[in-house]
Structures are given as C-alpha cells and as structure tokens.
C-alpha cells in the first residue's frame, strides 16, 4: 500500500507539470472505484488552472478556483504523468488532460483507491477534516504527542498509527520508527515519557524523510515518472523476523498485533 512517503515522492514528481496548467478535458474509464467517481467532474474541472496540489497524510487534493479534488491511491493505486496520446492499460481508470500535452492519469488493480469532488474548500472534506497533523510539520513535537499520549491504554505501535493521532504513519514505517527510536512496540503509549516523546518524534522525523529522499518503500512502486522506490533495502527491522539485528545481533521478533504485523529487536527496544 503506498504510504506517506510514496505519497510525497508522487507529489514532486506529478506538481511540477499540474500547477499553473489549464485543465482541457477528463475521462471517466472506470467509475467503480472505491467510492463512485461522480460525473460532476466532466462540468466542473474543464477549463479550470490548477492553484496547487497538496498532501494530507496519504491522501492528495488538487485545487483550482472552483474547488478541489481529492485523490486516495488505495492498496495499488498510483498516479502518473503519461503523454495525451499514451495507450490506455487495463487498469487505467481516470484522465485528467492538460493544456501542455500532458494526461494525469489513475492506475488501480484492485480499485480501492478513490477519486472524490471535495468542494470549495477541499482541506475540510469530512475524509481530511479529523486528521491529527502532518508528521512532518512544526506542529508534531514532543510536546503535543506526550498530551496526545497520556493516559492512552493503547501499544505505542498503534498510538502512532491512529490517524487521529498523525497523519499517515503506516504499518512498515511504524515498525521502523519503533527500533529507530528503541522503544517496545507494545508499550502503552500513556506510559511513554516526555524524553521518550522526542525521541519518537524525532524518529518520525528520520525514517519518513530518509524514505521520501530515496523514492519510498514498495518494490513495486513507481513516482509520476516511473521510477522505482528502493527504500525497502534499508530495512532495520520490517520484513526480517527470525534473522540477526543489525546492531545487536540479537534475533528480530515477529509477533501479530490484530491484522498487523509487528517487528521488534528484543535488546534494542526498550
């Protein structure tokens, strides 16, 4: 599933050739996806300048004057920028052309991603409105994580994870945050001191950039251009049950936590 990063590398890869362009028409291949995309976007978008594009945890809004449309790539999805006369794939399902020769274009095996119109103030669609702050930003810091935290009964793996809580931290970036940041999975996060707070901020901080910087997590995901994300050989942790720490040497331990897996160094992380 692409997560913030993925996000973020797709967003500096596809703004460059968006913003500030007229949008000249738009095709609706294949209107079941996870929500119906509606077909008020034919009548609203043509014609419009893009002001911007935008991410909001996994989620991307393009804004033009007469509102914004929300993107969320789902399980598979990816966005991509392809020539206007690119030949159409199977699972291609939604065109946005642009006055400079280029089509953004929807591609989405499993169709869980969603295409919605978000009004004239997009930042408050009910999908957005609720989302705690961007882990990136001024606003995550020790302090408002360590009053989010206290008396939460909650491991600390799913604390970071609650959307609520932080915008778009993932199940693979969790776990690496987590040995980052030497601190147990399963720790309740009221229990989680004010130092301890930094040092989970500032992991936050570490591994979503690192990631962004070297193109995201999954082998099979691709930028706006096609490129491949190679975060995946950095792993600390994710993915490497029963093999050797990379600092300790100690054995990495896999455990379920509900539907998600957990991946921890027993010496590590405290």
Avoid at 39 to 58: A, D, I, N
Avoid at 127 to 140: D, I, R, V, Y
Avoid at 208 to 224: E, P
Wanted: proline fraction near 6%; glycine fraction near 10%.
């Amino acid at each position: 599933m692409p997560e913030l990063p993925e996000i973020e590398v797709i967003l500096r890869g596809i703004a460059p050739y968006l913003v500030g362009n007229k949008i000249t028409n738009l095709t609706i291949h294949t209107a079941n996806l996870r929500w119906p995309i509606s077909t008020e976007l034919k009548e609203l978008l043509p014609g419009q300048t893009v002001l911007s594009l935008e991410r909001k945890g996994k989620y991307l809004v393009l804004s033009c004057p007469v509102g914004g449309v929300l993107f969320h790539l789902g399980m598979t999805g990816y966005l991509r920028i392809v020539p206007v006369d690119s030949v159409l794939g199977k699972h291609d399902h939604f065109d946005i052309v642009f006055q400079n020769g280029v089509v953004l274009r929807l591609n989405d095996v499993r169709r869980f991603g969603a295409v919605l119109w978000a009004g004239s103030e997009p930042l408050m669609h009910k999908l957005l409105a609720e989302l705690g702050p961007e882990p990136l930003s001024e606003a995550f810091d020790k302090t408002y994580l360590y009053q989010m935290s206290r008396k939460r009964k909650m491991a600390v793996k799913q604390f970071i994870m609650n959307p609520k809580v932080v915008a778009g931290i993932g199940n693979i970036y969790a776990n690496e945050i987590l040995f980052h940041a030497g601190i147990q999975p399963t720790t309740p996060a009221g229990l989680l001191s004010l130092a301890q707070s930094h040092t989970l901020v500032h992991a936050i901080k570490i591994v979503l950039n690192t990631s962004i910087g070297v193109g995201g997590t999954m082998l099979d995901f691709r930028d706006g251009s096609e490129k491949l994300g190679y975060f995946p050989q950095q792993f600390a942790v994710y993915g490497r049950g029963s093999k050797p720490c990379l600092k300790c040497t100690d054995t990495i331990q896999y455990q379920r936590m509900g539907q998600r897996s957990i991946y921890f160094c027993p010496s590590c992380q405290k």
